[in-house]
């Protein structure tokens, strides 16, 4: 019998403003997911950026969909920022980071899996939200 390889891991980045509502997320999120065509059954993990660590509406979601909410500082991401799809001065300004989304997607599919991660569906925004995935091969087992 010959052995089926795993599925990459596929990790959602989200960047949000200030009282984003999870409804408004799971919407972004979901209609991302959907253009792509791409079950949300797929996804491996969710991260942001760390001054989101608290955000009701982040929470919310990362409880409904059952993952954690995996968080990297601005200096974690800053490496990410050459290959970002859009650099964002506004985002720049409010967190220090030129993309939330495409940034941690990128972060936590890389700790996660086997090489470099990256970006399966670039930055989709909304009136209050950013949404990205990226992948990355499993590790071996």
């Given at each position: 019998?010959?052995?089926?390889a795993?599925?990459?891991?596929?990790?959602?980045?989200?960047?949000?403003?200030?009282?984003?509502?999870?409804?408004?997320?799971?919407?972004?999120?979901?209609?991302?997911?959907?253009?792509?065509?791409?079950?949300?059954?797929?996804?491996?993990?969710?991260?942001?950026?760390?001054?989101?660590?608290?955000?009701?509406?982040?929470?919310?979601?990362?409880?409904?969909?059952?993952?954690r909410?995996?968080?990297?500082?601005?200096?974690?991401?800053?490496?990410?920022?050459s290959r970002?799809?859009?650099h964002?001065?506004i985002?720049?300004?409010?967190?220090?980071?030129?993309?939330?989304?495409?940034?941690?997607?990128?972060?936590l599919?890389?700790?996660?899996?086997?090489?470099?991660?990256?970006v399966?569906?670039?930055?989709?925004?909304?009136?209050?939200?950013?949404f990205?995935?990226?992948c990355?091969r499993?590790?071996?087992?």
């Amino acid at each position: 019998m010959t052995e089926v390889a795993p599925g990459p891991i596929l990790v959602i980045g989200l960047g949000c403003r200030q009282g984003c509502s999870a409804v408004h997320l799971i919407a972004l999120i979901e209609q991302s997911l959907d253009k792509a065509g791409l079950a949300l059954s797929a996804i491996s993990a969710l991260a942001s950026i760390e001054t989101k660590q608290h955000e009701p509406g982040l929470l919310q979601v990362a409880a409904q969909l059952n993952f954690r909410l995996e968080v990297f500082s601005a200096e974690q991401l800053a490496p990410f920022s050459s290959r970002l799809s859009h650099h964002s001065t506004i985002a720049f300004e409010h967190t220090g980071c030129y993309g939330v989304a495409e940034s941690a997607a990128l972060a936590l599919a890389e700790q996660l899996g086997d090489g470099p991660a990256s970006v399966l569906i670039t930055r989709q925004k909304s009136s209050a939200a950013t949404f990205a995935l990226a992948c990355a091969r499993q590790k071996p087992r």
